[in-house]
């Protein structure tokens, strides 16, 4: 079973809005999990976007502030990212990241978001 699995990427619109959905195993998810987002735009390095600590806390990437929202459903394994008010530099892979409590790392195979002007 593949350990994280992301979707919702796509095509949109700037302004425009997409959620992105990142399903864990449950052999490796737990409530004190650390899940966060990740991108990686063409020829750049990968870069923090946002992540949501087990009591609900969260951080953002500046960049992103205002605009992105994490959010997480512990009853179904799956963390959330909202991107509203998109712009074409938003355009990435992104990619969902999993940090258990023994503080071993997993990552999804990305997913691509393109941002049209």
């Known amino acids: 079973q593949v350990p994280l699995v992301e979707s919702g990427g796509g095509l949109v619109q700037a302004g425009g809005s997409l959620r992105l959905s990142c399903v864990a195993s449950?052999?490796?998810?737990?409530?004190?999990?650390?899940v966060g987002w990740y991108r990686q735009a063409p020829g750049k390095q990968r870069e923090f976007v946002a992540r949501?600590?087990?009591?609900?806390?969260?951080n953002y990437a500046d960049s992103v502030k205002g605009r992105f929202t994490i959010s997480r459903d512990n009853g179904k394994n799956t963390v959330y990212l909202q991107m509203n008010s998109l712009k074409p530099e938003d355009t990435a892979v992104y990619y969902c990241?999993?940090?258990?409590?023994?503080?071993?790392?997993?990552w999804g195979q990305g997913t691509p978001v393109t941002v049209s002007s």
């Open positions: 990241n999993l940090a258990t409590t023994l503080g071993t790392n997993y």
């Open positions: 449950g052999r490796i998810f737990s409530v004190n999990a650390i």
């Open positions: 949501i600590i087990g009591s609900g806390s969260t």
